[in-house]
T-cell receptor, first 113, second 113 residues
């Protein structure tokens, strides 16, 4: 049982490049989330999904896209990377309902230069 | 519009109980209180949650005041590995959780040897 797995762990992008951050969970969770965390700050929600085929915007969605074709996978796409997207990205998953815990991956540290 | 208020930092001696306060004066009747912690930029880790009653698990105890406007997370015998940022979060009970967890800046707990 691996939990939530994120790849890659580190990446350096040049301005204008694109990339996909991968996230997979093996707990059969309906809900999945993408957060970003800037230095010294709390996590901010980028996008979330309540099930395969359903996604919605969080607090800071601009510059990102997501898809959810399966229950297990929730990739985050960065188009035209900008220095403002330098951050640590966390993926999480949970069962539905407010009385359940969320499980987080170990993060992807992205630097845009 | 912060839902919770926490002190930015606290110190605690190793082996002593660490008591982390959280104010959530606008909490509604259908919202849980959650605690997560983040150790040195790793993914956040669930600690405990509660609705009305005090809760205890292998990691910590959660004391919620009778009016539910504040709570305290207690780490009974703090170790150096408990040094982390601790987040207090409120989250809806029914049908909630789809829009993720709202993280503030949390409390940076430093355990002193």
């Amino acid at each position: 049982n691996a939990g939530v797995t994120q790849t890659p762990k580190f990446r350096i992008l040049k301005i204008g490049q694109s990339m996909t951050l991968q996230c997979a969970q093996d707990m059969n969770h309906n809900y999945m989330y993408w957060y970003r965390q800037d230095p010294g700050m709390g996590l901010k929600l980028i996008y979330y999904s309540v099930g395969a085929g359903i996604t919605d915007k969080g607090e800071v969605p601009n510059g990102y896209n997501v898809s959810r074709s399966t229950t297990e996978d929730f990739p985050l796409r960065l188009e035209l990377a900008a220095p403002s997207q330098t951050s640590v990205y966390f993926c999480a998953s949970s069962y539905p309902g407010g009385g359940t815990e969320a499980f987080f991956g170990q993060g992807t540290r992205l630097t845009v230069v | 519009d912060a839902k919770t208020t926490q002190p930015p930092s606290m110190d605690c001696a190793e082996g002593r109980a660490a008591n982390l306060p959280c104010n959530h004066s606008t909490i509604s009747g259908n919202e849980y209180v959650y605690w997560y912690r983040q150790i040195h930029s790793q993914g956040p880790q669930y600690i405990i949650h509660g609705l009305k009653n005090n809760e205890t698990n292998e990691m910590a105890s959660l004391i919620i005041t009778e009016d539910r406007k504040s709570s305290t997370l207690i780490l009974p015998h703090a170790t150096l590995r408990d040094t982390a940022v601790y987040y207090c979060i409120v989250r809806p009970k029914l049908g909630g959780g789809a829009d993720g967890l709202t993280f503030g800046k949390g409390t940076h707990l430093i355990i002193q040897p």
